[in-house]
C-alpha cells in the first residue's frame, strides 16, 4: 500500500498556525497569575526560630528546616528537608552549620556546609543531643546531653564533639543546659538547668536561675547581679555575656560587663518576648515576633531583618492518611449492622460485613466528635466545631445530604453524650460536670443537673431508661462518695437511689425496664480523692448491683428450686407446695429475625411495644441487692445487654495475674477483660479479651469492641449469644481521611484556645485578656509549615496565663522512619591509648530485674580497666564513635572484642545485650553513693532515702529504702529531682508518725521495739532543689508546715497546680490546662510560681562539686547531727526491771 503525502502550502500553514495560537491565548490575567505562582515571594516570614550568624550569614531554623540566608535578608535557601531539624549554629569561620537532628526518633548533631550538601552526622547516642555552638577554634562542636548525667535523672551538660567525627568529650560542669564558650576558650557562660515550661511568662520559681560564668581551670564561678528573673541563651561579644532576661517585665536583651560588674538593658520591647540569641561575625541576631532582628553591639541599635523562606514543603499538601489508629470514640446502629467511628476529627460509618466505609463530614478544618445512631436507624448526632464552638449536628446517616445544626447554650466541649430511646432527647456533659438535656424537635437544651466535685474519670455519665423518660447517673456528695441519682424529663425532679455509704458509680438500667444495675464500693475510703498517695496499695474493689424499680416486682435472685411442672389438667397445688417456676427474666426481648429482611423498622416496632419504665422512689434504698456471684474486682464501664444482662470491663494486671498491683486503682497493665452476666444463669464470664472499649446495639443484639496495643481493631459480635471466639467478628475496614494540614493546625489552634478557657481551674484567665491573646497570636498561624512549629506557637500564647503544667504535647510530626536507637553498655567509657577504655562499670541491681548491666552479668567477665577493641568484628579506634557501631544494637545479642590492654593480641570475645537506656542504672548508682555517703559521714547513725517522684516510683522508692533503714536514729530525705506525681501524704505521714510506747523483746539482745514498730523515731532532713516540682513541691511544703524538720537546699520549681481531663487534639497532641490549684489553710494561692524556700541555702556550686563534694547532702548530715546531738532517737532503750504481779498479799497488808 502506498502511503499518501500531504503537502501543506504556505499560506496554508500560516492560517493553521494563527488559528492554533488564536486557539491557546492566555488571557494577561490568567498569565499574571501564572507568572506571580512562579515568582518566590519576598513577603517577610514570620516564626523563624534559633537565628544564627557569621559574618556573611545568618541560618536559622523554619518548618523543621535549616535555612540560611545573606546578612541582608532576603529569600532564603533551604538546606535539609526530612525529618526534624533545629538549632543550627555557624563556626566561626562561617563555613559549617552545626545543627540537632531527628530523622527517626533520636536527636543527633550534625553538621552541614553553609553552601549546602549532604548532612555529617556526628552522634549516635540514644539521648537527645541539643546543639549549643562551637570552641573557638572551629574545631569541636558543644552540645548539651542527658547522658551520663550527674544526677539522679538525665539533666543536661555539656559535651564536645569533634567536626571531623569521633568520639564525644564531657565539660567539666557538672550540670549545663545552655550557653558558649568565652572568644579566648578559658571561660564559659552558661544556664545551669532547663526550666520545665520555657515559654511560661513571669515565672518567678526555683528554675529561674543567674547566668553563671564559670573559669574552665579554676572552676570559679561569677554571675551577674539577680534577683528571681528568667536570664537566658547567654552569648559573648568581647568580654561581654549578652543574654535575655525578663527582669522588666517582658523578655529582652541584656548584657553584663565582666570588669565593670554592670547589667545594661538594650532592647525594649513590650509585646512579644525575645526568644533566643546568638553572636558571631561582631554582631548578634535574636528572635522576636516571629522575624529575625539583629542588634548591634557598639551601637546598642537592633533592626528586623526581612527574610522570605520559601519551599514546597510537600508534608503540608493536603494528603490521604490512614487515620484508623486515630480511633477515639465509637457508636453502633441500633441493629449492629454499622459502627460509626470518631477518628481524627471525622465521623465514618463501617459495615459490619457488607458495604464500604463512608466518611460523613470529610472536613480537616473541624473537629467532628461523639457520634451517636438515632434510635430508628436514620441519623447520626455529633458534635462539631465548624462554627468555632462546639454545636450538635444531626445528620442523615447516608452522608448525603446536610446536618441539622442544634446550638448550644453556652460554649463548652461535650462529653458522653447519649440519645434517648424514643428519640426526643439527647443528654450529654459539659466541661464544668453538667447534664445537658437537649430538646431534639425543638432544638433547645436546659441543665437536668451538676457534679459537686472534680473527678478525672467524669463519672455523672447519663444513661436513658428504655421509655425515654428518665436520665440515671452519679454525682458526688459533699463526703465525696458517690450515690446514684434519677432524674425525671417530665418533672425536673432527681431522685437519690443510693445512701452514700458506698460509692455507687455507673448506674445503667436493664432492658426490661424492672432494674437499675450500678457498681458500688465499700472500700472506697482513701480513694475518695484523685491525688492522695495514701490511696496506692489500697485498691479499689466494687460489686454489681441492682435496684428493683418497682415495689411489686420480685428480686430477681430469689432462692431457685428444680421442680416438676405441672401438666395440664393437673389438680390444683396443695397450700405449702413449691410455687411454679418464675418467667425467664433473660428472655425478655424478642430475638430477631435470623434472614437478612430484618429492618431497624422491627427493632422500633419492638421497643414501641415496651412498657413505660415504673419506678416507685419510696423505699428503693430497701430494695437494692446485692449480685453475690459477681466477685469484688476493679470493675469499670458498666453497659446493659439484652433483658436481664450486664457487661463490664476488669482491668489485666501486666503480670497476667488476678488482683492489682501497687498505685491506685492497680493492675491494668494488661488491657482489660469484658464480662457479661446473665440473670438467667446468674453467673459472671469472660466474654473478649484486650477490650478497651465497647458498646451495646439499641436493640442490645450487637456489640461493638475495640482492642488497643500494636494490634488495635474493631469488632462487631452478638451480644447475647455464646461466647465470641477469639478475633471473630474483626472489621476489616481501614479509616482514611483526606487531611488538610493548614486547615487542620487552625482547628487545633483554636481547639487548644478553647481547651484553656474552658478547664483552666481559674476563670480570670490569671487576669490575661484571653481573648486579646488569641488574637495577638492568630496572625503567626498562617506561617505555621510544621506541626512542631504549632506546638510553639500555641505554647507561647498558652504562656501568656503564666502558669506551670502548661505544656503543649505531641501531634502528627509525620516522622515516619523506624527509630533506630544505639544500645548502651551501662558504663562509662573514655579514650585512652588510642582506645576505648571502660572506666566504671554501672551494677545491676539485686532486687530490680529492670536494672540490667549489660557488662556487669554473670559469666561476661569485663573489667573497670578493659578495653573494647571491636564490637560486632567491627575494629573500634579513637577516631570512630563507638555508638555509631553500637546503633541499633539494643535488647540484641552483640559480640564485644575486649582486653586488659589497648591491643588485639591476647583479646577475647564476649557477648553481651545493650540496653536502651542506662538511665535507671545511673539513677541507681547515683543513691548508692549517697546512701553510703550518708552513713560514712554519720557514722552509721542517719539513713537516707531517695524518692524520685511522688507517684509509683517514688512510693516503691520510700518504703524499700526507708523501712529497710529503721534502725537508724534519724534520716535524711532526698527529694531532689522530685519528678511529682500525686500529693505525698503517704510519705509525710509516715514521715511525722510517732510511737506510743514499747514492747519487749524476750530474745537476743532484748533491745524493745516500738508500738508502732515501723519508723524512724529520730530528726528527720529533707534535700530540696530547683529541679523538684508540682507533688515535689508539695512534700516539702507539707514537711514544712509541719514543722518535721529543716529543708536544706535551692528553692523548689514552683508547679502546684494538677492537670487531668485533657482532652486530645485531632492528631493526638494536647495542650494542657490545670484543673485545679493549691492554696494555704489561711486561703492564701501558695507555692505555685513561688515554689518552697529551704531553711538552710546550700548551692552546689561546680568547683566543689567537680572536687567530688554534694554540700547539700552534707550539710543534711551536718544538721541531722545537731539535731540528734539534741534530740536523741528513741528507738534503742533498755527494758524496765520485769513487773512483780504474781506475789500473794501478805494477810498483814489486807
Keep these: 500500500m502506498k502511503r499518501r503525502l500531504l503537502f501543506l502550502t504556505r499560506p496554508l500553514v500560516a492560517t493553521l498556525v494563527a488559528s492554533i495560537t488564536s486557539a491557546i491565548t492566555i488571557s494577561p490575567s490568567v498569565a499574571q497569575q501564572s507568572e506571580a505562582a512562579w515568582t518566590p515571594s519576598t513577603a517577610p516570614t514570620r516564626l523563624l526560630r534559633s537565628p544564627t550568624v557569621s559574618a556573611a550569614h545568618i541560618a536559622f531554623s523554619y518548618a523543621g528546616n535549616i535555612w540560611v540566608v545573606e546578612r541582608s535578608g532576603g529569600v532564603a535557601r533551604r538546606l535539609t528537608s526530612v525529618g526534624n531539624e533545629s538549632s543550627p549554629k555557624l563556626s566561626p569561620d562561617g563555613q559549617w552549620i552545626a545543627f540537632s537532628g531527628d530523622y527517626g526518633g533520636n536527636t543527633d548533631v550534625y553538621v552541614i556546609p553553609t553552601m549546602g550538601g549532604a548532612p555529617k552526622r556526628l552522634t549516635w547516642h540514644a539521648s537527645a543531643d541539643n546543639v549549643q555552638g562551637w570552641t573557638p577554634d572551629g574545631r569541636n562542636i558543644v552540645f548539651a546531653s542527658g547522658r551520663a548525667a550527674s544526677a539522679p535523672t538525665a539533666t543536661a551538660r555539656f559535651w564536645t564533639v569533634a567536626a571531623a567525627g569521633g568520639f564525644e568529650t564531657v565539660m567539666p560542669m557538672p550540670r549545663a543546659y545552655q550557653g558558649k564558650i568565652s572568644p579566648d576558650g578559658k571561660r564559659v557562660a552558661y544556664r545551669m538547668n532547663s526550666s520545665w515550661d520555657e515559654e511560661r511568662r513571669n515565672y518567678r520559681g526555683g528554675q529561674n536561675r543567674p547566668v553563671w560564668i564559670m573559669d574552665l581551670a579554676s572552676h570559679d564561678v561569677v554571675t551577674p547581679p539577680w534577683k528571681d528573673s528568667k536570664d537566658m541563651d547567654p552569648v559573648w561579644v568581647g568580654e561581654k555575656v549578652y543574654f535575655i532576661s525578663d527582669r522588666d517585665g517582658v523578655a529582652n536583651i541584656w548584657s553584663y560587663d565582666g570588669q565593670s560588674k554592670v547589667v545594661t538593658q538594650h532592647t525594649r520591647f513590650r509585646d512579644f518576648d525575645v526568644k533566643t540569641l546568638d553572636a558571631g561575625g561582631g554582631t548578634l541576631v535574636f528572635e522576636q515576633s516571629g522575624y529575625v532582628h539583629e542588634l548591634d553591639p557598639k551601637t546598642s541599635t537592633a533592626r528586623k531583618i526581612n527574610i522570605s523562606a520559601v519551599g514546597d514543603f510537600s508534608w503540608m499538601m493536603p494528603q490521604w492518611k490512614d487515620v484508623t489508629t486515630r480511633t477515639v470514640s465509637m457508636a453502633i446502629s441500633p441493629t449492629g449492622r454499622r459502627a460509626a ?110 457534679d459537686m466535685h472534680f473527678n478525672a474519670d467524669r463519672s455523672i455519665v447519663p444513661v436513658w431508661s428504655p421509655d425515654g423518660r428518665y436520665l440515671t447517673y452519679s454525682k458526688h456528695l459533699a463526703s465525696l462518695f458517690r450515690a446514684v441519682f434519677v432524674y425525671d424529663t417530665q418533672t425536673g425532679k432527681k431522685e437519690q437511689i443510693t445512701n452514700g455509704l458506698a460509692d455507687a458509680t455507673m448506674p445503667v438500667w436493664d432492658a426490661s425496664g424492672k432494674y437499675l444495675w450500678f457498681l458500688a464500693s465499700t472500700d472506697y475510703g482513701l480513694n475518695s480523692s484523685l491525688l492522695d498517695m495514701s490511696a ?185 449469644k455464646a461466647v465470641p471466639a477469639a478475633g471473630s467478628g474483626r472489621l476489616s475496614a481501614t479509616l482514611r481521611a483526606y487531611i488538610d494540614p493548614r486547615a487542620e493546625f487552625k482547628q487545633i489552634f483554636d481547639e487548644g484556645w478553647r481547651t484553656s478557657r474552658n478547664n483552666l481551674y481559674v476563670q480570670n484567665m490569671h487576669g490575661t485578656d484571653w481573648v486579646a491573646d488569641k ?132 583479646a577475647r570475645q564476649v557477648t553481651v545485650l545493650p540496653i536502651a537506656n542506662e538511665q535507671g542504672l545511673r539513677t541507681r548508682a547515683w543513691v548508692e553513693a549517697n546512701r553510703r555517703k550518708v552513713d560514712s559521714l554519720s557514722g552509721g547513725r542517719l539513713a537516707y532515702v531517695y524518692i524520685p517522684n511522688t507517684g509509683q516510683p517514688g512510693y516503691t522508692s520510700f518504703n524499700r529504702y526507708y523501712f529497710a533503714q529503721q534502725d537508724k536514729h534519724g534520716v535524711v530525705v532526698d527529694e531532689r529531682y522530685n519528678g511529682g506525681g500525686s500529693a505525698a501524704d503517704y510519705i509525710v505521714d509516715i514521715l511525722g508518725r510517732d510511737y506510743d510506747g514499747y514492747f519487749n523483746n524476750p530474745v537476743g539482745d532484748r533491745v524493745p521495739f516500738t508500738s508502732p514498730a515501723s519508723g524512724i523515731w529520730g530528726p528527720k532532713v529533707m534535700i530540696i532543689n530547683e529541679m523538684a516540682g508540682s507533688g515535689g513541691d508539695l512534700m516539702p511544703y507539707m514537711f514544712k508546715r509541719r514543722k518535721m524538720g529543716p529543708l536544706v537546699g535551692t528553692r523548689t520549681w514552683g508547679g502546684l497546680v494538677a492537670t487531668t481531663d485533657t482532652p486530645p487534639f485531632v492528631d493526638g497532641g494536647s495542650m494542657i490546662a490545670p484543673r485545679f490549684g493549691f492554696f494555704s489553710r489561711d486561703d492564701k494561692w501558695a507555692v505555685e510560681n513561688e515554689g518552697v524556700g529551704p531553711d538552710i541555702e546550700v548551692e552546689n556550686w561546680p568547683k566543689e562539686a567537680i572536687a567530688g563534694h554534694d554540700m547539700q547532702l552534707e550539710r543534711a548530715v551536718q544538721e541531722g547531727l545537731r539535731l540528734l546531738k539534741e534530740n536523741p532517737s528513741g528507738r534503742a532503750k533498755k527494758e524496765p526491771p520485769p513487773p512483780v504481779w504474781g506475789k500473794r498479799i501478805p494477810p498483814s497488808q489486807y
Design 341 to 450: 467511628i470518631e477518628a481524627r476529627g471525622e465521623i465514618f460509618t463501617v459495615p459490619a460485613e457488607k458495604g464500604d466505609v463512608r466518611n460523613m463530614t470529610a472536613s480537616s478544618g473541624s473537629a467532628e466528635i461523639l457520634p451517636m445512631w438515632s434510635p430508628d436507624g436514620n441519623s447520626v448526632a455529633y458534635f462539631s466545631d465548624k462554627s468555632g464552638e462546639y454545636k450538635l449536628y444531626i445528620a442523615p446517616q447516608s452522608g448525603l445530604a446536610a446536618a441539622r445544626e442544634i446550638t448550644l447554650p453556652e460554649p463548652s466541649r461535650p462529653y458522653s453524650p447519649s440519645w434517648s430511646p424514643d428519640g426526643r432527647r439527647i443528654a450529654f456533659q459539659d466541661s464544668r460536670f453538667r447534664v445537658w438535656v437537649v430538646d431534639v424537635p425543638a432544638g433547645t437544651a436546659a441543665v437536668a443537673d451538676a
Design 536 to 720: 496506692y496499695d489500697k485498691p479499689q474493689t466494687k460489686g454489681l448491683y441492682l435496684a428493683v424499680l418497682g415495689k411489686s416486682e420480685p428480686s430477681p435472685l430469689l432462692p431457685e428450686s428444680d421442680e416438676e411442672a405441672a401438666r395440664a389438667g393437673a389438680a390444683p397445688r396443695e397450700p405449702g407446695a413449691p410455687a411454679a417456676p418464675r418467667a425467664d427474666t433473660g428472655t425478655a426481648r424478642t430475638a430477631r429475625p435470623a434472614s437478612d429482611s430484618a429492618t431497624v423498622s422491627d427493632a422500633n416496632a419492638a421497643r414501641n411495644a415496651r412498657r413505660a419504665t415504673v419506678i416507685d422512689f419510696d423505699g428503693i434504698q430497701q430494695r437494692i441487692i446485692a449480685v453475690e456471684d459477681v466477685a469484688l474486682r476493679n470493675y469499670t464501664q458498666l453497659q446493659s445487654g439484652p433483658a436481664g444482662t450486664v457487661f463490664f470491663l476488669e482491668p489485666i494486671p501486666a503480670s497476667g495475674t488476678a488482683g492489682g498491683g501497687g498505685g491506685r486503682g492497680g493492675g491494668g497493665g494488661g488491657g482489660n477483660t469484658l464480662h457479661r452476666y446473665e440473670l438467667r444463669t446468674r453467673r459472671a464470664a469472660a466474654f473478649a479479651q484486650g477490650v478497651t472499649q465497647y458498646v451495646v446495639s439499641g436493640d442490645a443484639q450487637k456489640l461493638l469492641y475495640r482492642t488497643g496495643g500494636a494490634q488495635a481493631a474493631l469488632f462487631v459480635v452478638d451480644a447475647g
Design 775 to 906: 488574637a495577638m497570636y492568630s496572625p503567626l498561624l498562617p506561617h505555621v509549615m510544621h506541626r512542631a512549629d504549632l506546638n510553639y506557637l500555641m505554647d507561647m500564647m498558652g504562656a501568656e496565663i503564666a502558669i506551670g503544667h502548661s505544656y503543649v504535647r505531641g501531634g502528627d510530626m509525620g516522622i515516619d522512619a523506624p527509630a533506630s536507637v544505639a544500645g548502651l553498655l551501662g558504663a562509662d567509657i573514655s579514650i585512652a591509648d588510642d582506645r576505648y577504655r571502660i572506666d566504671r562499670i554501672l551494677e545491676s541491681e539485686s532486687w530490680n530485674p529492670e536494672l540490667r548491666a549489660p557488662l556487669a552479668m554473670p559469666g561476661v567477665n569485663v573489667r573497670n580497666g578493659d578495653y573494647i577493641l571491636a564490637i560486632n568484628g567491627v575494629p573500634l579506634v579513637a577516631t570512630d564513635n563507638m555508638y555509631r557501631l553500637l546503633d541499633g544494637t539494643a535488647n540484641r545479642q552483640t559480640v564485644l572484642t575486649v582486653n586488659n590492654r589497648p591491643v588485639m593480641d591476647g
